[in-house]
């Protein structure tokens, strides 16, 4: 479809811009795709020079992608792909996959991976509304209007509509409104403790402090000092179940924990 295409007046401009993508004939939408991945997942490009360069590795890529091949299971997504398809190290020539930033430390919050961290943390604030609509709307409002949306987040989207409308489950849609409107007119980090109720709110200022703190394991009076200081009373006996539901490991070594030397 190459000339301009005209709806009906009474059709909005999004209207347009998605008739115009779905009905597109020269692949634009694959092609910006395409190019805004490699602007985002920093060395593609260079394994895809690398790749190109080298006829074992285009071979394993024409494999994988037409899937007359598996990779090992420990290299069948992600990074580990890409290094499986590049091949290993050989004379003159070497693909590092480690090209961005990888997640270190995976386990120093308290027993629980950063990304379980904030797992939890979207999973009170949604509160009553569904999990799966409430993380692609936050997903969406932390998506600058003039940035281009991330692969996972496009790939998340996708999911969703796709449970949503060919499964036909409207509770999907009606909670993504709900999550909307609980986002409205809201500030991102501007979202307050009304809005949650005192139960989910200390959680939430629990959790958000163990993402700031990463260690492999915090104390209960570590949590209250913390609590205090942010106008909130817990009882001991609340925190200890806390960190039992979640698997947050706690520090229960006798004695007060040592001081940092001053500077």
Not at 117 to 126: E, F, L, P, T
Not at 170 to 178: F, V, Y
Not at 198 to 216: A, S
Not at 233 to 256: N, S, T, W, Y
């Amino acid at each position: 479809m190459t000339g301009k295409f005209h709806m009906d007046q009474k059709a909005s401009p999004l209207a347009g811009e998605i008739f115009r993508a779905l009905f597109d004939s020269r692949d634009t939408a694959a092609v910006a795709l395409f190019l805004s991945l490699l602007r985002q997942m920093p060395g593609l490009r260079q394994w895809l020079c690398f790749v190109s360069r080298i006829p074992d590795a285009r071979r394993r890529l024409d494999a994988a992608v037409s899937g007359k091949v598996r990779p090992p299971p420990s290299h069948r997504e992600g990074r580990a792909l890409l290094a499986w398809i590049a091949g290993p190290p050989g004379v003159g020539h070497h693909y590092d996959p480690a090209v961005a930033n990888t997640e270190k430390h995976r386990h120093r919050h308290g027993g629980l991976t950063r990304s379980q961290v904030i797992g939890q943390i979207r999973s009170y604030q949604a509160g009553t509304i569904g999990l799966a609509p409430f993380l692609i709307t936050c997903a969406w409002r932390h998506c600058p209007p003039d940035a281009e949306p991330s692969a996972a987040l496009l790939q998340a989207t996708a999911l969703f509509l796709k449970e949503a409308v060919t499964r036909g489950s409207p509770d999907l849609m009606r909670h993504a409104a709900k999550a909307v409107s609980f986002f409205h007119k809201s500030p991102i980090g501007k979202i307050t403790r009304e809005r949650f109720g005192f139960p989910n709110w200390w959680k939430l200022v629990l959790f958000q402090y163990i993402l700031t703190n990463p260690k492999p394991c915090y104390r209960v009076r570590e949590f209250q000092r913390h609590l205090r200081g942010q106008g909130l009373q817990v009882e001991d006996k609340h925190l200890r179940r806390f960190c039992q539901k979640h698997g947050i490991a706690r520090d229960m070594r006798p004695g007060r924990p040592k001081r940092a030397a001053p500077d």
